[in-house]
């Protein structure tokens, strides 16, 4: 059983739709950008960007992909990572913004902030068809939308 924001079709893997997380953007609390009452893509056109390891074709990076063209941006990419955590410490020390999902608030990460954007990424839970765990069925039970 895994969390994925890919929908799997087919095969041995079943998937179901958990719930959509609305993207943020994520700054440095100091920021001049959170007291902006709307983001343009003037306020964002000389940003670095620290976005999570963008794979051409799976629905994050399509919706990361979404959200530049909407602002009009050719992002500056510094570096990349696969964990949250270490995105939101890069922030916190000022080597770049990033964009993740405003799930990620709920860390109570000191030292960023979380400004919501209009977009949104799905989340699913997976699991093997043939799954015969009680604890999974239970799960699954419990996630019924």
């Avoid at 979404?66 to 941006?73: C, I, M, S």
């Amino acid at each position: 059983m895994c969390y994925s924001r890919l929908l799997h079709e087919g095969g041995a893997v079943a998937s179901r739709l958990i719930r959509h997380d609305t993207l943020a953007l994520v700054v440095p609390e100091s920021h001049p950008i959170v007291t902006k009452s709307m983001i343009t893509p003037a306020s964002l056109r000389n940003e670095r960007f620290i976005p999570a390891t963008l794979t051409d074709g799976e629905t994050y990076q399509m919706k990361i992909d979404q959200v530049f063209a909407h602002y009009g941006l050719e992002p500056d990419i510094r570096f990349e990572s696969d964990f949250g955590s270490v995105i939101m410490s890069a922030v916190e020390k000022g080597l770049g913004i990033s964009i993740i999902p405003f799930s990620y608030s709920y860390a109570n990460h000191p030292g960023v902030r979380f400004i919501t954007l209009p977009f949104e990424i799905p989340l699913y839970l997976h699991w093997r068809k043939d799954e015969e765990n009680a604890v999974v069925k239970n799960i699954l039970e419990l996630t019924v939308n």
